[in-house]
């Protein structure tokens, strides 16, 4: 859908592409996103921990709030639409999850690869 993959782009795009011109200050109060500008940035995993932290609102409490009000309405197959929506914001949790363990993970095998392979030993070489 469409929304997963703004939530998508979101989550992997970097601070360089972020579009922050359509924010703009409350004329009654001059410096209420003044310093948005200045020094905000967020890191990989931040974005992604929102991302993720927003996929989990959606799944358990976003899409079933829409299908209520959408029954209430009588709107009809209103379970396949819910049903679709839940597995694809599951399917990219799923996926950016990994990410995330990607990204933390890379630094504890990066300072244990070394040690690993320090020592060589050939199993072939030992005596019985």
């Not at 924010?23 to 905000?40: A, C, K, N, Q, T």
Request: net charge negative.
């Amino acid at each position: 859908t469409l929304f997963r993959s703004c939530l998508e782009y979101l989550s992997t795009k970097s601070d360089g592409d972020m579009d922050i011109s359509h924010l703009s200050g409350d004329v009654s109060s001059p410096d209420l996103f003044g310093s948005i500008h200045e020094d905000f940035s967020i890191t990989p995993e931040q974005k992604l921990l929102i991302v993720l932290s927003n996929c989990r609102h959606l799944e358990r409490h976003t899409f079933l709030n829409i299908a209520e009000h959408f029954e209430k309405h009588n709107f009809q197959a209103i379970e396949k639409i819910t049903q679709v929506s839940v597995d694809s914001v599951k399917d990219l949790d799923a996926r950016l999850f990994e990410m995330y363990i990607e990204i933390k993970a890379d630094p504890i095998v990066g300072s244990l690869e070394p040690g690993i392979y320090a020592g060589y030993f050939d199993w072939r070489d030992r005596k019985s």
